[in-house]
Structure formats: C-alpha cells, structure tokens
C-alpha cells in the first residue's frame, strides 16, 4: 500500500517525508522531478509487547510505501500548474495526504504567494475533480462508440456507471463521497480516478499556533466543503528537528510542546484508518510480525497474505486475541481460559487477532 504525500512547493512535504522515514532528504529532493519512495515500519505497541514476551530472533512490522511527491510550483507565466509528471506520479498512490502549509516563515516563499490553507485544499481538490473529469469525459465518448459495435455485456453495464460518475464529478463533488456498489467499485478500479482515493489533510502549522490548534482546524473544517475527510494538525519543522533527538529527549520536548501523537504517528494510523486496513499477528520463538489486511478479510484471505499456498491449503485458524493473550501469557493458558479458538474460513479477522494457520 503507498500513501502520497501531495501539495505545493514549500508546503512541507520533505521535511515530513524526512520525519517519517528517519533520515534528512530535504537537500537530495530541492528540484527533482521524480517522486522519493520510503517504506516505512507502522509503530506498533502491541507489536513491541510480543517480541518482550516471545524474545525471537527476528521481529517485523507491518509497513507503509510513503511517497514524497514533487510540488507544484509556479510556472514561468506566474501561475501553478498541474503537470502530468506530477499526476502519473499521484496516480500510482493508494491514498492521497494532502500537505498544506499554515505556517508563516518569511525565508520560505509560497508559489502563490500567501498563506491561505483553503485556498490551497481548494487549489488541490479542483485540479484533481478536473483530472477526472477529462478522463471520464474520454471514457464515456469511447464507450459510447464500442457499446454500438460489440456485444460485451460489460460494457453495456459500464457506460451508466461511467456517466453517474460524470454527473457527480461535474457537481464538483469528489467521486469518495458517490455511493458505489461493490461490482462497481470493481469496475472502476483500475482507472485511478483521483477522488475516488481515499484523502486525509494535514495542515503545517508553526509555533506560534500550539496553543490554538483546535481553533485553527474547526475553523478549516467549517470553510471546506470535504465532508468526511479527516484534518490532521502537525508541526512539521518542530517535529523533524525533534526526530533527530534520542528517544527520551524526545518525549520530553513533545510534552514541553504539548504535542501528545507524533505526526508520524498520526500520519501513519491515518493511513491505515482511511484505507480501511487493519493488522492481525503471527507469533513464535523465530520471529514476532504484524501482517496487514483489510478490515472484513477472513482468515482465508489472512493466510493468503502469509503465504499463497497457504490460502488453497487452509484448514483452520487457531486464533487468541492479543488482549486475551497479554492478559493470559501463554496460550496453554489461554486454552484453559477458554479463549483460544479453532476457527473456519470464513471467519472475519479483528484486529490484533494472533493466528496460527493450519494448512495441509
Ligand atoms: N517555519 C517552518 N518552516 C518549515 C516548516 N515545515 C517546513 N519548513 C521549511 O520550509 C521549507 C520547505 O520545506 P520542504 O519540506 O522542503 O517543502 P516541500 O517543497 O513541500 O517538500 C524548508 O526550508 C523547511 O525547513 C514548518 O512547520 N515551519
Ligand atoms: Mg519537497
């Protein structure tokens, strides 16, 4: 799963981008063109808590593809604008972080100028209802000339699909908020279209908003006609310069600032929240790994992610929950307590369920 940072030029992008991925990438991204991938580890307490009981030898988290998306900046005749470098580059992402900057800084200039969060979030969202728009349009004018030619049901079935959305994106409402059945959700998927990806928006705020945080966002939220999308508030230089400091000094400066979840932190659960994934673990002397699924996968499909084979060969799932076996500490113990279960395939994971597949 990949999560594109995406915004103007300046707005903060690779300073978050070098938080989360633990390493200082602002001088090797100044100018390029081309987008800077991460893979980056999901933190997971429960996770931690495990390798403390099992010790392995090897321990793996869940992890995350972050994107550091070149901004848009301003072309030669004074304007920003959308190129295709930077839509192909969007494109490609699971979910979309729009990064805004809030914060004032008079050695930082701003592509258009002035700070204006919503100005900017309007900037983002019209230019990418518009990226829908040309390629639906384009959709409906090719399917239109191929259902009179063929026979293929699923065209038929496709064209009233297309033109609904058409409809939607035209009342510059973003395809996320269309109520779609799952077979065409299906349909649609392997179109890209950019409003129909899941979006959070964290805004960049400086210091001098620490103490009026909640303000600033209800006010955000009031203005922005973006119903459901979350709005994440961070301090994207306070918490680089924090992320370079040992763990405890860390912590200390965070409770100084009043900072509770670091933006990493938040960014990264965002991310699974709105993707609609969850993790489920597997656990051993070997190694202690948080494996992720979406939310509804049954253990099946669980298996599946572990091993391929192990999805044809499932039998069943032995399965305690993480709470359970924390509160129990081994799972001979757990049996006893009548909170190890042996479960079908069709039993839909929770998270933090431990599992145990058994296959042939
Ligand atoms: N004062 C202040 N400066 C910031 C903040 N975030 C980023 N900057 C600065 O703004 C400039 C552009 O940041 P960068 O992350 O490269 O922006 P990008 O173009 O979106 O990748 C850099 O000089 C950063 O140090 C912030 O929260 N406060
Ligand atoms: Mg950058």
């Known amino acids: 799963m990949q999560i594109g940072l995406v915004g103007l030029q300046y707005s903060g992008k690779t300073t978050l981008f070098s938080t989360i991925s633990g390493t200082d990438k602002t001088d090797a991204s100044q100018g390029k063109e081309e987008a800077q991938i991460e893979v980056v580890n999901i933190p997971d307490e429960r996770l931690n808590k495990l390798t403390e009981m099992f010790q392995p030898k090897k321990t793996v988290h869940a992890t995350i593809e972050v994107y550091d998306t070149p901004g848009l900046r301003m072309s030669d005749d004074g304007k920003v604008k959308i190129t295709t470098t930077f839509l192909n580059n969007v494109r490609n992402n699971d979910a979309l972080f729009y990064i805004i900057r809030q914060f004032a800084e008079d050695t930082v200039s701003h592509p258009m100028n002035s700070i204006d969060a919503i100005r900017d979030i309007e900037f983002l969202d019209t230019e990418f209802l518009f990226s829908d728009l040309a390629f639906l349009e384009s959709r409906i004018e090719k399917l239109?000339?191929?259902?009179?030619?063929?026979?293929?049901?699923?065209?038929?079935?496709?064209?009233?699909?297309?033109?609904?959305?058409?409809?939607?994106?035209?009342?510059?409402?973003?395809?996320?908020?269309?109520?779609?059945?799952?077979?065409?959700?299906?349909?649609?998927?392997?179109?890209?279209?950019?409003?129909?990806?899941?979006?959070?928006?964290?805004?960049?705020?400086?210091?001098?908003?620490?103490?009026?945080?909640?303000?600033?966002?209800?006010?955000?939220?009031?203005?922005?006609?973006?119903?459901?999308?979350?709005?994440?508030?961070?301090?994207?230089?306070?918490?680089?310069?924090?992320?370079?400091?040992?763990?405890?000094?860390?912590?200390?400066?965070?409770?100084?600032?009043?900072?509770?979840?670091?933006?990493?932190?938040?960014?990264?659960?965002?991310?699974?929240?709105?993707?609609?994934?969850?993790?489920?673990?597997?656990?051993?002397?070997?190694?202690?790994?948080?494996?992720?699924?979406?939310k509804n996968d049954t253990a099946q499909q669980a298996a599946g992610v572990i091993h391929t084979d192990f999805f044809n060969k499932f039998i069943r799932a032995e399965v305690v929950h993480y709470e359970e076996y924390l509160k129990h500490g081994s799972f001979p113990k757990c049996k006893e307590a009548g909170v190890w279960r042996l479960e079908g395939k069709e039993y839909i994971v929770k998270d933090g369920d431990i599992l145990s597949i058994r296959h042939s």
Request: proline fraction near 3%.
């Open 144 to 294: 239109k000339k191929e259902v009179m030619k063929s026979k293929d049901e699923r065209l038929k079935k496709e064209l009233p699909l297309i033109e609904k959305c058409y409809a939607h994106v035209e009342a510059e409402k973003h395809l996320r908020t269309l109520t779609l059945d799952e077979n065409e959700t299906k349909m649609l998927s392997g179109y890209q279209l950019l409003t129909l990806k899941p979006l959070a928006i964290g805004i960049n705020l400086d210091e001098s908003s620490i103490n009026n945080v909640n303000d600033i966002i209800d006010s955000i939220k009031t203005k922005l006609n973006n119903p459901g999308v979350e709005i994440i508030p961070f301090f994207g230089k306070i918490e680089f310069e924090l992320s370079q400091l040992s763990a405890e000094d860390r912590a200390t400066f965070m409770q100084d600032y009043g900072i509770k979840e670091s933006a990493l932190s938040k960014i990264l659960r965002t991310s699974y929240e709105i993707l609609g994934l969850h993790s489920f673990f597997t656990v051993g002397e070997d190694e202690c790994r948080a494996w992720t699924i979406r």
